[in-house]
């Protein structure tokens, strides 16, 4: 069975550091992939990334950037220079390959506060 | 587009009341899942469909029912609710064209208190 383990339930932060996000997941198939999704106060789920298990290049995209790393079954989020306006939960999930129905299984979820 | 709506935002139930949670999606997307979000647990599949007419059990499927009449509805129903039902309930819809099914669109949730 698929496993995502967030480690990291609560984590505080002064604007402009710098802060990461662990994600450790559990399959047993070869061919899965991973994503993190943000929700902010106002409580929708907002899409930042997909990952698929044969692509371990790392991802950057402006403050954002994803560590893949399959040996030791990681998938972590840095948010650089942080900024109030990140302050949310961020999910990170998991969907394992299947024939259809892509089930998503999502870790506990880090509440992420940036201070002033 | 709207994407995909949830209909109620909110509801408060008693213990024992029944009721039904409305997703619509307006992208044609084949496949669609309902979840629970709980304080600390992250959110938990309940039932999903890949299809008009098909249903399949999640991870905490008891106590709700699911019908799929429609490509763009998937209805959840809860026959008689409990106080362990108190959660925000999302849905969300994905296609599996060009093997994008991986990308689930979410609703805006709803959110279910049962007293």
């Known amino acids: 069975a698929q496993k995502v383990t967030q480690a990291q339930t609560e984590i505080s932060v002064v604007e402009k550091e710098d802060v990461t996000l662990d994600c450790v997941y559990e399959?047993?198939?070869?061919?899965?992939?991973l994503f993190w999704y943000k929700q902010p106060p106002s409580g929708e789920l907002v899409f930042l990334i997909r990952?698929?298990?044969?692509?371990?290049q790392n991802e950057i995209s402006g403050r954002y950037s994803w560590n893949f790393q399959k040996s030791t079954s990681s998938f972590n989020f840095t948010i650089t220079a942080s900024q109030v306006v990140d302050s949310a939960v961020y999910f990170c999930?998991?969907?394992?390959?299947?024939?259809?129905?892509?089930?998503?299984?999502f870790g506990e979820g880090t509440q992420l506060t940036v201070n002033p | 587009n709207a994407g995909v709506t949830q209909t109620p935002k909110f509801r408060v139930l008693k213990t024992g009341q029944s009721m039904t949670l409305l997703c619509a999606q307006d992208?044609?997307?084949?496949?669609m899942y309902w979840y629970r979000q709980d304080p600390g647990m992250g959110l938990r599949l309940i039932h999903y469909?890949?299809?008009?007419?098909?249903?399949a059990k999640g991870e905490v499927p008891d106590g709700y029912n699911v019908s799929r009449l429609k490509k763009q509805n998937f209805l959840l129903g809860l026959e008689s609710a409990a106080p362990s039902q108190t959660s925000v309930y999302f849905c969300?819809?994905?296609?599996?064209?060009?093997?994008?099914?991986?990308?689930?669109?979410f609703g805006p949730g709803t959110r279910l208190t049962v007293t």
């Open positions: 969300a819809s994905s296609t599996p064209e060009a093997r994008r099914h991986y990308e689930q669109y």
């Open positions: 399959t047993r198939d070869t061919t899965y992939y």
């Open positions: 990952r698929n298990s044969f692509d371990e």
């Open positions: 999930a998991l969907s394992e390959e299947e024939t259809s129905g892509s089930r998503l299984t």
């Open positions: 992208m044609n997307h084949e496949y």
């Open positions: 469909s890949v299809g008009e007419g098909t249903t």
